[in-house]
């Protein structure tokens, strides 16, 4: 197996993303025990949330898995996770609402969402090929530093797409936030819980970021200790 001492560059970045996980799912441990005072389920915030925001074409489905919680933009539908959509914990309204933020982003035509969207396809060509096509280069020869190059320049589209995420997952959280406080889904230090929640979330997506930039980092002095 090929090691490199650059290695050692990512032991920060993978120290964050582990914090990061680990405190999300505590944090949502904690709240997901905390039933809210009305007893709204995750399903039925989404609903109401989107109905008072007046939005008609979008449903809300429940799907299988863990912290799965997603809105699909093509399919119009907001999918929570089945413990999300039947619970009526804090961690529960907190997920659903933040789902309903991406509803109002893609209503509202919020670009950074619209550049995300753009760059998957771009993204999933990078994450899987841009390393591969660098690894390979340092075995080439002559020809190394060119599937290098390549390979860098499709990983970097990684880092600019977890960099638009961050707007686009704090936007949908200060959206959430905003609308459960004005609809009164949640009550009075309810809205503290649900903002843990969200923060922790949000939080996880910074890990991410920091951690890709660390492996372009680590590319990029592969890269150049092969000139050497």
Sequence with gaps: MFFHPSYFLLIPGMILVWWAQQRVQSTYRKYSQIQSSLGLTGAEVAETILKRMGVQNVTVE??????????????????????????????????????????????????????????????????????????????????????????????????????????VEFDASSRALRIIDELGILQGEENQGARKVLNAAAFTYVATALYAVLQLAQYLIIAMSRRN
């Design 62 to 167: 429940p799907i299988a898995g863990e912290l799965t919680d997603h809105y699909d933009p093509t399919a119009k539908a907001v999918r929570l996770s089945e413990v999300v959509y039947g619970s009526s914990s804090l961690a529960a309204a907190a997920v659903a609402a933040h789902e309903c933020g991406h509803v109002l982003q893609d209503v509202k035509g919020y670009k950074p969402m619209n550049i995300r969207a753009a760059l998957v396809p771009a993204v999933n060509l990078g994450s899987n090929l841009g390393p591969l096509l660098i690894f390979a280069g340092l075995f080439l020869g002559a020809l190394g530093g060119i599937f290098i190059k390549i390979g860098i320049v499709l990983f970097a589209s990684v880092i600019i797409f977890h960099l638009v995420t961050l707007p």
